[in-house]
């Protein structure tokens, strides 16, 4: 039996936005050494800035020094700029929000992207809440990411949907009850359509 859902958590990197620029080669033409190495170095760099325990761009900056990176700051920071929405999943979401499902934005970002994504691009005029994983100081897969949310709206775990393009975020999520699928924008927003028709929802 499909459930009632009441209540959809939108991932924001590979559900709702994509990439408009090729960030790794940009990272990768400021170092003279292992490009793929200093990309995975700042990756790693952002983990403690994602639950608000650090300033990305000091992580950022310890990388550089590290690296005796000659680039500006701003320069090596701005790949994290280049994304944008899907329409098609905005009006989506649009819609649900009209039938009177609630949606939220449920992502890991630092505050530094959640700058970006809030307030220079409103992101949080598309949702009834926006939950960033520096603000909650938690970070997905981490179930209690989805316990606090699940605190936050008041909604039972059997009536919320999640979508995530990551398999163990998903897990994360199915791990409390949740009802979470697999959802990547590079399968098409026909995808997206469908996958919300399995659970009823009014789209």
Same mark, same amino acid.
């Given at each position: 039996?499909?459930?009632?859902?009441?209540?959809?958590?939108?991932?924001?990197d590979?559900?709702?936005?994509?990439?408009t620029?090729?960030?790794?080669?940009?990272?990768?033409?400021f170092?003279?050494?292992?490009?793929?190495?200093?990309?995975?170095?700042?990756?790693?760099?952002?983990?403690?800035a994602?639950?608000?325990?650090?300033?990305?761009?000091?992580?950022?900056?310890?990388?550089?020094? /590290?690296?005796?990176?000659? @680039? &500006?700051?701003?320069?090596?920071?701005?790949?994290?700029?280049?994304?944008?929405? %899907?329409?098609? *999943?905005?009006?989506?979401?649009?819609?649900?929000?009209?039938?009177?499902?609630q949606?939220?934005?449920?992502?890991?970002?630092?505050?530094?992207?959640?700058?970006?994504?809030?307030?220079?691009?409103?992101?949080?005029?598309?949702?009834?809440?926006?939950?960033?994983?520096?603000?909650?100081?938690?970070?997905?897969?981490?179930?209690?990411?989805f /316990?606090?949310?699940?605190? @936050? &709206?008041?909604?039972?775990?059997?009536?919320?949907?999640?979508?995530?393009?990551? %398999?163990?975020? *998903?897990d994360?999520?199915?791990?409390?009850?949740?009802?979470?699928e697999?959802y990547?924008l590079?399968?098409?927003?026909d995808?997206?359509?469908?996958?919300?028709r399995?659970?009823?929802?009014?789209?």
């Amino acid at each position: 039996m499909t459930p009632s859902i009441t209540t959809v958590l939108f991932d924001a990197d590979g559900v709702i936005q994509r990439g408009t620029q090729d960030w790794a080669a940009r990272l990768h033409s400021f170092v003279d050494g292992d490009g793929e190495v200093f990309v995975t170095d700042l990756m790693i760099s952002e983990h403690p800035a994602l639950v608000g325990k650090e300033e990305f761009r000091d992580a950022v900056a310890g990388v550089m020094q /590290r690296w005796n990176v000659q @680039a &500006t700051l701003e320069e090596v920071l701005e790949p994290w700029s280049w994304f944008e929405a %899907e329409p098609v *999943v905005v009006e989506l979401i649009q819609g649900l929000r009209r039938a009177g499902i609630q949606c939220h934005l449920a992502t890991n970002q630092h505050a530094y992207r959640r700058a970006i994504m809030n307030d220079e691009r409103s992101y949080g005029g598309w949702f009834d809440q926006s939950f960033y994983s520096c603000d909650l100081g938690l970070r997905k897969p981490d179930p209690e990411y989805f /316990r606090a949310i699940l605190s @936050a &709206t008041g909604a039972p775990a059997s009536s919320v949907l999640f979508l995530d393009d990551l %398999e163990v975020n *998903v897990d994360g999520a199915r791990s409390i009850g949740i009802n979470a699928e697999v959802y990547d924008l590079v399968t098409g927003t026909d995808a997206l359509v469908d996958l919300l028709r399995r659970y009823d929802l009014p789209v």
